[in-house]
């Protein structure tokens, strides 16, 4: 299963080849033209016929579209739209109106992006606000400065941009977001993850941002001005090295130790064997078998697992973790069922069945590190070990459905305006339907990093988990 792209990319590090710019050229003639990049009105019809497109894709291939809302709900809401597109429209205007179908379908592997043109021709060319924005709550945040100098102090809540409150920008842009149910944890985290991309989507991309805020009673405005990604990226890099330096930042997964070896820490980043490969140059099977022979020759008494922004990836590398902590044969999936002449059939699903477990398993207590970024088969490693372990879960809500998901997208684009969807094909049950009440796993304890603990890189997640471990470890001493 896919995670959700990687929307923004840095031109500073990924050079675009020959043949993309040529093609980028060519459509900068071909749309010569009609007006700048993106404005271009795609007349009525060809609107209309691009949303039925997509209609037909998700009722033929969709086996999760009648899971949160009937059949009539989805049909009128459709409706209702086909019926407001009464106008040409340029693409980022549909896709704000495509976008919508989001809170209906609510499944997060069923993503709607912009055509791939749109996005590197604004990528390369346009100019984006400079700030790197969080989310917390009801409110928006600046996380990181990147720009020149540092215009607004890191940790600042952010009471408008040019003339928008953030509770009404935040509402925008969660309005058309993926979800999985009725949890927002993953629509909040895609947007604190990438702010500045979904702003760029809905708003547009002004010059300059009149970012008003308030200090010490006193409000303040001041004015910024965008700056294309090249420079944001360079100004991030400047600005904050230390966050970019880390030796973690090129392992995908890795083992660490507390300074007593009580406590082993493994973070898993993502569970793509492909990204895996590609990005940190990591063979998941290998990783995870060399770090349990690392953690039985030390033999400590406690295991965090960090799946913290793990979107997910290849069920098989979820099934080779578990396997390494639970004690008897086990199923990661209970059920696997496609659409097949509108009807929801059984079908095969990758590790079905029971899976052993490894000869030898970690036999002490299980911390699980999760958040709303713990997506697809983070949700799925987490439901299982849930099931099978006394597992401690810290943190804030998994953005995944721990009951029901669904996944195998095909790829389409819309006729018209080249729009990009992917539809889930097979329908993932790991507990029951019964048991699904569209939310995601809540954890054990639920602990939120503050908007200074993001700030100052403090992790009072981890350091809950080692306190909770320092009092049952003097509780045990004491019984």
Known sequence: MLPYPILQFDITTKKKSVKQIINLITLFLLIGNQGLFGQYEFPQKQIVEDLQFYKTRLERN??????????????????????SLNKPLSEAEFYRELTLTSSVIRDGHTLILPSRSFVE???????????????????????????????????????????LSSQEIIKELLDRQVRDGNSLSYSEWILDTYFREYYSYAFGHPEVYDV???????KHSLKIPALLKDSIYHHRLVNYPGI???????????LEYDSSYEVAIITIKDFHTEVLRSEYGQDFSREIRSIFESIFSVNPQNLIIDLR???????????????FLLKHPFKIVEEYNTLKRGRIVRCSGPSSGFNRPNRKIFTGQIYVLINGGSFSNSSIVSSCLRANTSAIFVGTETGGNPNVLAGYARNFKLP??????????????????????GN????????ENSIQDNILQND????????????????????
């Open 62 to 83: 969709h086996p999760n579209l009648y899971l949160y809302n009937t059949r009539e709900r989805i049909e009128s809401f459709f409706d209702s739209l086909i019926l």
């Open 309 to 323: 922004d793990n979107q997910g990836g290849d069920v098989k590398n979820g099934v080779k973790l578990l396997s």
């Open 121 to 163: 021709f604004h990528n390369l060319h346009s100019r984006f606000l400079p700030l790197q924005m969080g989310i917390f709550g009801e409110h928006l945040y600046v996380k990181m400065n990147c720009t020149s100098s540092i215009v607004i102090e890191d940790g600042t809540i952010v009471d408008s941009i040019n003339g």
């Open 212 to 218: 008003s805020y308030t200090n010490e009673d006193v």
């Open 440 to 447: 995601g796993l809540i954890p054990t304890f639920e602990i």
């Open 416 to 437: 018209n305006t080249k729009i990009r969807v992917e539809i889930p094909t097979k329908q993932f049950i790991m507990t029951s339907l019964k048991g699904n009440d």
């Open 460 to 479: 009072a997640q981890i350091g809950f988990v080692m306190k909770l471990i320092k009092e049952r470890k003097e509780t045990g001493k004491r019984g």
């Open 244 to 254: 970019y330096s880390s030796a973690t930042q090129s392992k995908g997964v890795y």
